[in-house]
Nanobody
């Protein structure tokens, strides 16, 4: 069974950091691009960051550039999202998703992704 599982969410103060993990089971991520998306209450799902299958190409939404870093460890079948300088507007449920094939410039469009995790809550509040 193909499955993506996010972890690492939680409550953090403004300016704090969190590292989200997206672990795959039932398939290897070697051939998949991975995207991180988020959805806040009352808002549409938004593409946050994505990474190609080899890790040589990444993309970020403007609002997180310079604060978030996406990376992957294919040996561990896991993708990470390091989030620094968090702001209250980063509060959302964060999802990871897998897109095949994963080479080329990765996409921030949710329509391009085939498999989704269940999400992890990130809350930034004082």
């Amino acid at each position: 069974q193909l499955q993506l599982v996010e972890s690492g969410g939680g409550l953090v103060h403004p300016g704090g950091s969190l590292r989200l993990s997206c672990a795959a089971s039932g398939f290897t991520l070697d051939y998949y691009a991975i995207g991180w998306f988020r959805q806040a209450p009352g808002k549409e799902r938004e593409g946050v960051s994505c990474i190609s299958n080899s890790g040589d190409s990444t993309n970020y939404v403007d609002s997180v550039k310079g604060r978030f870093t996406i990376s992957r460890d294919n040996a561990k079948n896991t993708v990470y999202l390091q989030m620094n300088s968090l702001k209250p507007e980063d509060t959302a449920v964060y999802y990871c998703a897998a897109d095949f094939p994963g080479w080329g410039r990765p996409s921030l469009s949710s329509n391009d992704y085939d498999y989704w995790g269940q999400g992890t809550q990130v809350t930034v509040s004082s």
